[in-house]
T-cell receptor
């Protein structure tokens, strides 16, 4: 089974700090890499996604960095806020009609005020 | 636009029974994907329906099935329930398909006793 390895499992940062979550994938055919944010009792929400034609994508305080040769991608949350406290999942798959996503195991982020 | 809705939100069933879960996608979205989320296995892809046709299927036994209606609403059925089927079942809708921007519903929490 194709795997996506996500680390760390949990992360505690101070308000205003940078949160960094990493994911590594195996299948070089994967071409869609989304990040989801999930609050307790809610479904995941798409945060930001990247495709391998770019090495970085930024949306507000959230940035994805993508390293195709290393088969790794990471989520950076700048100026982390207590409201960012949630579980974050990365995923990877080959887009198109045969997309079957594989998810990382999740990172529980706690941002202390 | 109304978001993805799932019914029921909570369900308790007995081992051996069957269950049907319902998902109403965002208006205009033709793709509905189903996922199982458990503490042990994380988020796992069950299947995707696009315009009433199953387009992709994850690695789950045949007890898990689904269908999609002409109005894009989807149902998921699990027959002969096992204790290990206890999970949060999520559906997600998308305009173009699972390999693109997806919007998740709040999930149905299924408990099998």
């Amino acid at each position: 089974q194709q795997q996506v390895k996500q680390s760390p499992q949990s992360l505690i940062v101070q308000k205003g700090g940078i949160s960094i979550i990493n994911c590594a994938y195996e299948n070089t055919a994967f071409d869609y890499f989304p990040w989801y944010q999930q609050f307790p009792g809610k479904g995941p929400a798409l945060l930001i996604a990247i495709r391998p034609d770019v090495s970085e994508k930024k949306e507000g305080r959230f940035t994805i960095s993508f390293n195709k040769s290393a088969k790794q991608f990471s989520l950076h949350i700048m100026d982390s806020q207590p409201g960012d406290s949630a579980t974050y999942f990365c995923a990877a798959g080959k887009s198109g009609g045969s997309y079957i996503p594989t998810f990382g195991r999740g990172t529980s982020l706690i941002v202390h005020p | 636009k109304a978001g993805v809705t799932q019914t029921p939100r909570y369900l308790i069933k007995t081992r051996g029974q069957q269950v049907t879960l319902s998902c109403s996608p965002i208006s205009g979205h033709r793709s509905v994907s189903w996922y199982q989320q458990t503490p042990g296995q994380g988020l796992q892809f069950l299947f995707e329906y696009f315009s009433e046709t199953q387009r992709n299927k994850g690695n789950f036994p045949g007890r898990f099935s689904g269908r999609q209606f002409s109005n894009s609403r989807s149902e998921m059925n699990v027959s002969t329930l096992e204790l290990g089927d206890s999970a949060l079942y999520l559906c997600a809708s998308s305009l173009q398909g699972a390999g693109y921007e997806q919007y998740f519903g709040p999930g149905t929490r299924l408990t099998v006793t």
